[in-house]
């Protein structure tokens, strides 16, 4: 049986991203994402919802996107889903649906600096896979240099 899992979603960051990174050095970004949907009613009555996405971004890709996005910064991004399971201190079975980002682009036009330029795609190797242990494989951690910033 075909497999495929691609999502792409463009909206505003609802916080800024918060860079950790693993005991392996391997960087790991967080953030959320605030997507509205507009429609009208049969009553003709103008209607909008938000959904509000968890999404991690693993790498250079979560260097970068720590280093220029910040809250409320529109963002489309490309990723796959991932479920999160463990168990809550009483026992229970958690889930968390999330998207790891693979690659995004500013759509705003505010570059990196905040003073202007033209919009951008991040294009990073492809995410780390996980390991059994819920962290990507071991590798160094790299340093992001000038040149590698596409605007």
């Known amino acids: 049986m075909p497999n495929y899992n691609k999502v792409l979603l463009m909206g505003n960051l609802t916080r800024d991203p918060e860079l950790r990174f693993t005991a ?5 970004a967080n953030l959320g994402l605030a997507v ?15 959904t509000f996405v968890d999404c991690e971004a693993w790498g250079r890709t979560a260097e970068v996107m720590n280093q220029y996005l ?11 889903l991932k479920l ?8 229970n079975n958690r889930s968390k649906m999330k ?4 690659s995004f682009q ?7 600096d905040d003073n202007g330029g033209s919009p951008g795609t991040v294009r990073t190797p492809q995410a780390a896979p996980v390991q059994a242990g819920g962290s990507p494989p071991d590798g ?3 340093a992001i240099e000038s040149d590698d910033i596409p605007f």
Do not use: L, M, Y
Not at 24 to 28: C, E, K
Not at 36 to 50: H, L, M, V
Not at 71 to 79: A, N, Q, S
Not at 84 to 91: A, L, P, S
């Open 24 to 28: 392996n050095n391997q960087a790991v």
């Open 36 to 50: 509205n949907r507009r429609w009208r009613s049969n009553e003709g009555e103008q209607r909008e919802e938000t």
């Open 70 to 80: 910040k809250k409320g910064r529109p963002v489309f991004v490309e990723g796959r």
């Open 84 to 91: 999160d399971q463990w168990q809550d201190k009483e026992g």
């Open 99 to 102: 998207v790891v980002i693979d």
């Open 106 to 112: 500013f759509i705003d036009g505010q570059g990196g």
């Open 140 to 142: 160094p951690h790299e």
